[in-house]
T-cell receptor, first 112, second 115 residues
Framework: DAKTTQPNSMESNEEEPVHLPCNHS???????IHWYRQLPSQGPEYVIH???SNVNNRMASLAIAEDRKSSTLILHRATLRDAAVYYC?????????????FGSGTQLTVLP | DTGVSQDPRHKITKRGQNVTFRCDPI?????LYWYRQTLGQGPEFLTY????????KSRLLSDRFSAERPKGSFSTLEIQRTEQGDSAMYLC?????????????FGSGTQLSVL
């Protein structure tokens, strides 16, 4: 799977929007962009995924650049419970490798 | 609760002992994954099952590690002759296809400490 690059850490104020960036310049046409997050002492939790169009769900929005070389996870109103490590992962469902390959992610700190 | 369940949550063992972890996936999910995570790192893939068939194994899965999913439901991960380097969080996930790709649901993990 192609690699992703994320900042090591970010800070946000509570109740403000958060934009978490992810670069994936070597993305292939069949790679889906997945986001997971991991709260302390828990397993990762699915957040959102998409291919080309922007996606929204109850947790977040995913904005995908037109050339698909970058994407942004948007938390519309950060809460203290959103403090977690956020992972941006590419996966090709038609590829031979079935697993998700996690990087180091972005540690999000939410300030009260 | 219909999430992924892992047992035990914590395991402390002495070097050289064998340990076994259990994972109960979400019942209708036919894919099951094992990952390992050390402090400050993202989870690393170990192995994956489609129903009872083990279809992929990472190079991280040495000969001391074995995983089974005998009836395509629960899975076990056994580590023989544990070493201090095996200390980690062992995560299990099951998955469904959704939106053209796959969505993984993780358990809370088993934290292994090898003394």
């Amino acid at each position: 799977d192609a690699k992703t690059t994320q900042p090591n850490s970010m800070e946000s104020n509570e109740e403000e929007p958060v934009h978490l960036p992810c670069n994936h310049s070597t993305i292939s046409g069949t790679d889906y962009i997945h986001w997971y997050r991991q709260l302390p002492s828990q397993g990762p939790e699915y957040v959102i995924h998409g291919l080309t169009s922007n996606v929204n769900n109850r947790m977040a929005s995913l904005a995908i650049a037109e050339d698909r070389k970058s994407s942004t996870l948007i938390l519309h109103r950060a809460t203290l419970r959103d403090a977690a490590v956020y992972y941006c992962i590419l996966r090709d469902p038609s590829g031979s490798a079935r697993q998700l390959t996690f990087g180091s992610g972005t540690q999000l700190t939410v300030l009260p | 609760d219909t999430g992924v369940s892992q047992d035990p949550r914590h395991k402390i063992t002495k070097r050289g002992q064998n340990v076994t972890f259990r994972c109960d996936p979400i019942s209708e999910h036919n894919r099951l994954y094992w990952y390992r995570q050390t402090l400050g790192q993202g989870p690393e893939f170990l192995t994956y099952f489609q129903n009872e068939a083990q279809l992929e194994k990472s190079r991280l899965l040495s000969d001391r590690f074995s995983a089974e999913r005998p009836k395509g439901s629960f899975s076990t991960l056994e580590i023989q002759r544990t070493e201090q380097g095996d200390s980690a969080m062992y995560l299990c996930a099951s998955s469904i296809k959704e939106g053209g790709s796959e969505k993984l649901f993780f358990g809370s993990g088993t934290q292994l400490s090898v003394l």
